[in-house]
């Protein structure tokens, strides 16, 4: 085997081929080497293979439910009635006394907007201004319990340096 194309298939150039991470000019050059060199396409062949079992070992089936699904969806855009659009004629506006006929008022659509805001039940929000209260209680005990444990270490520091100064 030539010394040049094992350092060629060494190199990496096929592996990036095989996952499609090459430029033009490198694919011509991968596949031009392929028909020259019986080893580059052995590799190459090799590489698949190697590709296609890995993702096999690491494929996540989906819920069987799925493939019903799916089938389903098909089935109904297959057997949906091909019709063609129909093109869009504007009527004329009719006018305030043709629109009511006998004494019918006019009829309103009611559009509600939605809201930017999240909606909880009253009694969340109970629970999530105890929750907030409790954690700010226990954010003022961290401090006091940090500031009596630093303070005890000086202290602690203290006595240390005086014994040591007795000694």
Avoid at 55 to 72: L, Q, R, S
Wanted: no cysteine; aromatic share 8%.
């Amino acid at each position: 085997m030539n010394v040049q194309i094992q350092q060629y298939i060494n190199s990496g150039i096929l592996e990036a081929y095989v996952t499609g991470s090459v430029t033009a000019d490198e694919e011509r050059e991968v596949l031009r080497l392929k028909q020259t060199y019986p080893e580059v396409h052995e590799a190459l062949y090799q590489l698949e293979v190697d590709m296609e079992m890995l993702a096999a070992t690491m494929a996540i089936p989906p819920p069987p439910t799925v493939w019903g699904k799916i089938e389903a969806e098909i089935d109904d855009i297959i057997l949906r009635e091909k019709t063609s659009p129909k093109a869009f004629i504007e009527e004329e506006e009719p006018t305030r006394t043709s629109s009511r006929r006998g004494n019918t008022p006019p009829q309103y659509i009611d559009i509600e907007a939605e809201s930017s805001h999240m909606r909880i039940h009253k009694n969340w929000k109970w629970v999530f201004a105890a929750v907030f209260i409790l954690g700010k209680l226990f954010l003022a005990a961290a401090i006091y319990f940090y500031l009596e444990n630093r303070q005890a270490q000086q202290q602690i520091q203290e006595l240390k340096t005086e014994i040591k100064a007795r000694r």
